[in-house]
């Protein structure tokens, strides 16, 4: 699970990092509020921990810009005790919880958990859009109408795994090789042109509507044709 922190007291920064290393997240940290939102604005990340009173642009409005654009990343946000009125600020402004400095590191980890489990939309943990339905555990991907099932590749199934996570936007070709390849160079941009017309096979071989369109110059979105 890919996590973005947003922190600019370094040590605290540091030690955090640490501690959600342990805990298996993969941590990217930013220490400034302009470098924070670019890296928001890349959605690719699967969490956010967002400090309020950060140097360049504030939480607030890192959290703020990322909803208008569209970006469904549940945000965790951290504020300084006794700023009793940023509850109320961070919540309208997009962020999905809040905590106060400073905090039991069991209760970030705790509503960490929390947050993350809205990501799964169903409690057999499968995904679906469309006509189509994604299992985690066998990795097949089957279409509800046809009734016809195959096994997807890992790289496949993330691809549509993150698709359908973000379903009504278009994902770039950079969001998917830094979501599934872990960076983005010329390389990679191959690879998921590759990979995305696997995908579109095996979507076609179990007779799937549901289809990835080709944004030209943008990127791909999952589009669910005449269902
Ligand atoms: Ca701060």
Known sequence: MKLLLVEDEKRMAQALCQILRLEQYDVDWCGDGTAGMSAVETGIYDLIVLDVMLPGCSGFEIARRARQAGIKTPILMLTA?????DKVTGLDSGADDYLTKPFMIQELLARLRALSRRNLPSPDG???????????????LRCRTTGQSVRLGEKEYRILEYLIANQGQVLTREQFAVKIWGFDSDAEYNNVEVYMSFTRRKLAFVGAKTEIKAIRGIGYELRCGDV
Do not use: Q, R
């Not at 005790?81 to 009125?85: A, I, L, P, S």
């Not at 499968?126 to 097949?140: K, N, Q, R």
């Open 81 to 85: 005790k006794g700023e009793v009125e």
């Open 126 to 140: 499968s995904l679906s859009f469309g006509d189509i339905v994604l299992e985690p555990h066998t990795a097949l």
